[in-house]
């Protein structure tokens, strides 16, 4: 079960960093990666990260702002968010997936990240 935190509401220039935390898998299996979901819009890619954290991918849209990172012994992903802007306002999912492509086949619940103007 995955379970994110740290959304919340931020002024646009600001930083939030939200977490991933995974309870009854190890973390450490699983490629982790992060999606967001506007009003009226479809579910995009934000972020992912290898197994150990060696490689990362990020959608263009967020490159040079956000900064994913995994600690495996807390068995948490996290997502830095700088420099937010308002149309980073959206729900932020947590996923997780075995193998090196396909499908993510672990969600988590979201958690909701608004950004004033």
């Known amino acids: 079960q995955l379970v994110e935190s740290g959304g919340g509401l931020v002024q646009a220039g600001g930083s939030l960093r939200l977490s991933c935390t995974a309870s009854?898998?190890?973390?450490?299996?699983?490629?982790m990666g992060w999606f967001r979901q506007a009003p009226g819009k479809q579910r995009e890619f934000v972020a992912l990260?290898?197994?150990?954290?060696?490689?990362?991918h990020y959608a263009d849209s967020v490159k040079g702002r956000f900064t994913i990172s995994r600690d495996n012994a807390e068995n948490t992903v996290y997502l830095q968010m700088n420099s937010l802007k308002p149309e980073d306002t959206a729900v932020y999912y947590c996923?997780?997936?075995?193998?090196?492509?396909?499908?993510?086949?672990?969600w988590g619940q979201g958690t909701q990240v608004t950004v004033s103007s």
């Open positions: 009854g898998d190890t973390l450490s299996d699983y490629i």
């Open positions: 996923a997780a997936r075995v193998s090196a492509t396909g499908d993510f086949e672990s």
């Open positions: 990260v290898s197994w150990r954290g060696s490689q990362t």
